[in-house]
C-alpha cells in the first residue's frame, strides 16, 4: 500500500512515516498543498493523510484539491488531526474525506479500517477515529434513530 502524509510538522511526520514503514507501507510526504498535489500525482497513493491545519493552509481546501485531481481514479481521503473530531465533524462529514483519524491513534490498522470502510464493507470497532461511511465514532452510531448506519454518497466529479 502507498501512502501519502500531508502534514506540517517534521516530528509527526517521521513519526507516522516509520510507524507505518514498519508494517510494510510506502510513505510519502508533503508539508504544503501545493507539495500535496504534486507528490499525489508522482506518487498515485491508495491512501491520503491530510493534516486538518496546515499552518497557513486550511486541510479541506486540500482535501478538495487532492479530490479534484484524482476524480478519474479516486483513493480515500483521510484528515488527521491533534483536535478533537467534534471541533469539526460537521465540516468532515461534508467533505470528500472517507474519515477522520486523531493523530494519537494512527495505525496501519485504523487506516485500512477506514479504507474498507469507504469501499462499502463497514466495521464498528471502540477506536479513536471516525468512518463517514459508517457514521461511528468511538463506537456510538450517529444518525437514524433505528440504530441503522448512515452512509455518505460520494460523486466522483
Known amino acids: 500500500m502507498r501512502c501519502l502524509i500531508v502534514d506540517d510538522s517534521p516530528d509527526f511526520v517521521d513519526a507516522a512515516r516509520g510507524l507505518l514503514e514498519r508494517h510494510g507501507i510506502v510513505v510519502g510526504v508533503a508539508s504544503s498543498g501545493a507539495e500535496a498535489l504534486s507528490r499525489f500525482a508522482e506518487l498515485r497513493p491508495d491512501v491520503t493523510l491530510v493534516d486538518i491545519d496546515l499552518g497557513g493552509e486550511s486541510g479541506f481546501d486540500v482535501i478538495e484539491q487532492l479530490h479534484q485531481v484524482g476524480a478519474q481514479s479516486p483513493s480515500p481521503l483521510i484528515f488527521i488531526s491533534t483536535h478533537a473530531l467534534q ?22 490498522d485504523a487506516i485500512r479500517d477506514l479504507m474498507r470502510g469507504s469501499a462499502g464493507l463497514h466495521t464498528v470497532r471502540q477506536t479513536e477515529y471516525f468512518d463517514i461511511g459508517t457514521a461511528t465514532h468511538r463506537g456510538r452510531r450517529r444518525g437514524r434513530a433505528d440504530g441503522a448506519s448512515t452512509t455518505k454518497s460520494r460523486s466522483t466529479t
Open 87 to 108: 471541533d469539526f465533524a460537521d465540516m468532515v462529514d461534508s467533505s470528500p474525506a472517507v474519515g477522520f483519524l486523531a493523530k494519537s491513534a494512527l495505525s496501519a
